[in-house]
């Protein structure tokens, strides 16, 4: 009799211990998220149109790269846009601020006296030439690259050190970039959307890529989503580089013609310069990437 009980509790203890088939099937449902029946109705949605989104930033970075491309034949300019500097017309001419934008404001400051050019083992030495401090001719970035040249207390630096990567040449991009929305001819400064944009990009992506995740989604979602944040930061690209105000296009068209008078540059007029003079036409040049009638 005393068996008997103790195989009938013992029956009683597993069973009670043993899970469920409804509690079995519950919790398999907690644990498939590929589940159709936990899918909601917006993300269901989103899953079926997932290359909708990136097909339409593919659109709009085509219409924003047409809109900055067009305009026609810009008319022939002799002189660059009063109140640009060299550097500045760099950034102004494509929206994107590069190394050249640099040696051009360097090469620029030179022609200007501020600043003296000396070869030294297949780099330039940069020298302060004469004080420049409080000088109204100086503007925001050309204070900022000064500083980069005179500091600790020395006066001179290598090219390389201000064109390259690091502190100095960032800090000197992001005034040049800056002083350009100051003039009025980005509505805000390229660099700084940019940045701006690269962190929705990714943002986007990512939210995007989390939500697939708890659905459980597929392949193809998966990389729509990459997609979309791709195609999110070449939008962003097109805007900073085409963000420019009315009066920034009409200095960009000037530019342009500016551009092509520098490209036609005559031989005899370089070739009768001084030795060790610098043409003031130099440093737009450089800055305008036409240097090949000059330097080469």
């Known amino acids: 009799m005393g068996a008997r009980l103790a195989a009938a509790f013992a029956a009683l203890v597993v069973h009670l211990a043993s899970p469920a088939p409804a509690a079995i099937e519950s919790l398999e449902l907690q644990l498939r998220p590929e589940h159709p029946e936990r899918v909601s109705e917006p993300v269901a949605t989103l899953l079926h149109g997932a290359w909708i989104v990136p097909g339409a930033l593919a659109v709009l ?6 809109a900055r491309r067009g305009g026609g034949d810009a008319a022939p300019a002799y002189r660059a846009p009063a109140g640009l500097r060299a550097g500045e017309a760099g950034v102004l001419i ?31 030495m940069v020298h302060v030439a004469r004080p420049w401090i409080h000088d109204k001719d100086i503007c925001s970035f050309e204070t900022v690259l000064l500083a980069h040249v005179f500091t600790d207390g020395a006066k001179s630096v290598r090219l390389s050190a201000l064109r390259g990567r ?7 991009k992001d005034n040049l970039s800056h002083d350009l929305a100051e003039l009025g001819l980005f509505a805000a400064g390229p660099r700084a959307v940019l940045r701006v944009g690269r962190v929705a990009a990714v943002a986007a992506a990512a939210i995007w890529l989390q939500v697939l995740w708890n659905e459980g989604a597929g392949v193809s979602a998966y990389t729509a989503a990459v997609t979309t944040g791709g195609m999110l930061w070449l939008l962003v690209v097109q805007i900073a580089r085409g963000g420019l105000t009315p009066e920034g296009v009409r200095a960009r068209r000037r530019l342009e013609g500016y551009r092509e008078y520098l490209r036609r540059v005559e031989k005899h007029r370089l070739e009768a310069l001084p030795p060790g003079a610098l043409d003031e036409h130099l440093p737009w040049a450089i800055a305008l990437g036409v240097t090949e009638g000059w330097l080469g």
């Open 166 to 172: 690091g502190y100095a040449p960032d800090s000197i």
């Open 94 to 124: 494509d929206g994107h601020v590069h190394a050249r934008d640099v040696v051009a404001a360097v090469v620029d400051l030179a022609v200007r006296g501020y600043l003296t050019l000396e070869p030294a083992d297949n780099d330039v």
């Open 61 to 66: 970075v085509i219409v924003f790269w047409a």
